[in-house]
């Protein structure tokens, strides 16, 4: 896993060395091990390296052979060995980096389809003049980049971008409202006005004149491609899908260890790694203190069945405060997640052993694990009683429930929405359309973000829109920034894309079967691991806020929030938020998701637009941002 950055100038005037320098020394946590620069003419690449395959080579940027091309690559071609013995190209490395340089000089964007792995880089072709950006299927790994009649910007994080642009861009009120709307901005769009992320799957070519075309290579399979499978064939076909996915995760040149929680995703892949070693996997779990929240008493059991080394760290309130306007300069946005500091927490632990680690995410979104897929079908066709009399009669029970009724109010939240797009996001969504309404004026932005075909069966329609927004746009992007910060690479099996075009290809029936959620995966797991750690309920990765908010984080919360110059404050109004803490305080409702979502919102504006002068990282990759927020 690297950092990867560069600049294109359709004037034909020169890339400034200086400025790539800039542009990559904001991503030395992406990349420790080495740094490397390319400029020809009015394009440029630089590079960080983080060395996982072929540790003493494949430097980049890298020329093909010939020259005609140049490539700027981040992430791990898993089949590149096998690809390697395929082709006829006179390889001068032993690495991946080659192989996706030489597929794409041979077939150009038609050779993305035999690419097995996660990645994102930018290929110059010195014949055309032109410039193609990839970011692979499911959006494992980020690109950023700012398009216009001057010029194309682009970098693995969106602080690389900022120093090349001729001024600083504004705030994208729109997307504050799609951020109120579900916790993260849906690809293309991004808080910072102009910077645009490129969609999982897609491929933009910018020509030497400025002239772009964006092509979608990759979509999961259509309804109409489901295999006739009874349930026991369903799991013996992820059975084995999951395991060639978590044999092709594990490749590489340096030692490879998992996150566990105890969960059953963690602990089917941490089963699947330790039958394919000799070694003691490395093993690393986190922890709220004693309580019901804390999971490291299953991950424990999990780790002596499999004789793991396993490794534990606990995180506190403060590591809240002083962590949050580093983790945010590093995420690009709020950290709109709780979990997302115990994470990075846990990557500065596994840094300590591995450089890379295999984790669970991806479970859930394939085979229906949330709550939310048991109800896909209420969901869809409760639209058939009119929003103006659904919206406010649910929004009046809500109101009215006690705090312990929290799901139950999600649900009606989620389900008094206007239509089934705002409604499938509600389940995630801190604040309703109707809210974001009265609060800004603006409901959300316009809807450019990849949709799930149509069809009748809605929980795959569920599913899939998981599956192309909130996956990339919040647990992927979020996973990536928060493991990167401590130069840790992250690696989900679970999201092989032949396990997730097979998972596409399933009847629904066999991820949410009999009232249970992803029962396949669950029935793959029962032959390798604990009853007990199968048929656990889904406790997720939860971070104690509710009290925090009531007592150590109360403070911070009011003050950030209500005092004079918040960005919050300004946006929503002083009343209504003060109204939201007192409701919280008070015990009346937990809205512990909502505080948490607008603090985030005012640490990102702090460090982004009012103490720009902080942005920077030194050469170690430490970020300047400090102390608390």
Not at 260 to 285: I, K, N, Y
Request: hydrophobic content about 40%.
């Amino acid at each position: 896993m690297c950092g990867i950055a560069g600049i294109a100038r359709f004037d034909g005037q020169p890339v400034d060395p200086a400025m790539l320098s800039t542009m990559t020394g904001l991503l030395a946590h992406r990349g420790p091990d080495a740094e490397g620069f390319w400029a020809q003419g009015p394009v440029g690449f630089g590079h960080r390296r983080l060395s996982i395959i072929d540790l003493g080579g494949s430097a980049q940027p890298m020329a093909s052979a010939g020259g005609r091309h140049h490539i700027c690559f981040n992430g791990e071609i898993f089949n590149y060995r096998q690809l390697r013995e395929q082709m006829s190209y006179p390889f001068q490395t032993g690495g991946d980096t080659e192989v996706a340089l030489a597929m794409f000089a041979e077939k150009g964007i038609d050779g993305l389809s035999r690419l097995v792995g996660q990645f994102a880089f930018a290929v110059h072709d010195a014949d055309s003049g032109g410039l193609t950006l990839v970011r692979d299927r499911v959006g494992v790994l980020p690109l950023y980049y700012c398009l216009d009649d001057s010029q194309l910007v682009f970098a693995s994080e969106i602080k690389a971008i900022l120093p090349a642009l001729p001024k600083p861009p504004a705030v994208d009120h729109a997307s504050v409202a799609d951020y109120l709307a579900g916790r993260s901005v849906p690809a293309p769009a991004t808080l910072f006005e102009g910077v645009r992320k490129l969609l999982p799957g897609h491929a933009l070519s910018v020509a030497r004149d400025g002239r772009s075309t964006i092509r979608r290579y990759w979509s999961p399979p259509l309804a109409t491609e489901e295999l006739p499978v009874d349930p026991r064939q369903a799991v013996d076909l992820v059975d084995a899908a999951l395991r060639r996915a978590v044999e092709r995760a594990t490749v590489a040149d340096t030692p490879v260890g998992a996150y566990l929680s105890g969960g059953v995703d963690s602990s089917l892949v941490t089963a699947l790694m330790s039958q394919r070693t000799d070694e003691p996997v490395h093993t690393f779990s986190v922890g709220f203190g004693p309580g019901q929240h804390d999971e490291r008493p299953m991950a424990r059991l999990v780790s002596e069945q499999f004789a793991t080394r396993h490794h534990e760290i606990v995180v506190k309130p403060s590591d809240f405060a002083d962590l949050w306007s580093t983790l945010t300069w590093h995420r690009d946005a709020p950290v709109s997640e709780p979990a997302d500091i115990a994470v990075h927490r846990l990557a500065q632990l596994a840094r300590e052993h591995v450089r890379v680690v295999l984790s669970g995410e991806g479970a859930d979104e394939l085979f229906g694990g949330y709550p939310k897929y048991r109800l896909a079908a209420l969901t869809s066709r409760i639209g058939i009683v009119p929003s103006g009399l659904r919206g406010p009669l649910f929004d009046g029970v809500q109101r009215s429930l006690p705090a312990s009724a929290n799901r139950l109010r999600i649900a009606l939240r989620a389900l008094g929405e206007r239509d089934e797009r705002a409604r499938r996001d509600g389940w995630f969504a801190p604040f309703t359309e109707r809210e974001r309404n009265r609060l800004l004026g603006i409901a959300r932005g316009e809807p450019g973000r990849l949709l799930p075909a149509t069809g009748n069966d809605p929980l795959r329609g569920m599913l899939e829109a998981d599956l192309l927004g909130w996956l990339p746009d919040n647990l992927l992007e979020r996973g990536d920034r928060m493991t990167m910060a401590a130069s840790v690479e992250m690696r989900p099996p679970l999201l092989d894309h032949e396990l997730v075009e097979l998972a596409f290809r399933l009847p629904s029936s066999v991820k949410v079967r009999d009232g249970r959620g992803k029962w396949v995966l669950k029935e793959v797991a029962r032959r390798y691991l604990p009853t007990l750690i199968v048929d656990r309920p889904k406790v997720g990765f939860r971070v104690p806020l509710a009290d925090w908010f009531r007592g150590d984080l109360s403070d911070l919360a009011a003050d950030m929030l209500t005092s004079n110059g918040s960005f919050v404050g300004g946006l929503l109004g002083t009343a209504p938020v003060r109204q939201l803490l007192a409701t919280h305080q008070q015990g009346r409702r937990n809205e512990e998701i909502r505080i948490w979502t607008l603090l985030c919102l005012e640490v990102w504006h702090e460090v982004f637009f009012r103490r720009p002068d902080r942005i920077g990282s030194d050469r170690t990759g430490s970020a300047a941002p400090g102390g608390g927020a």
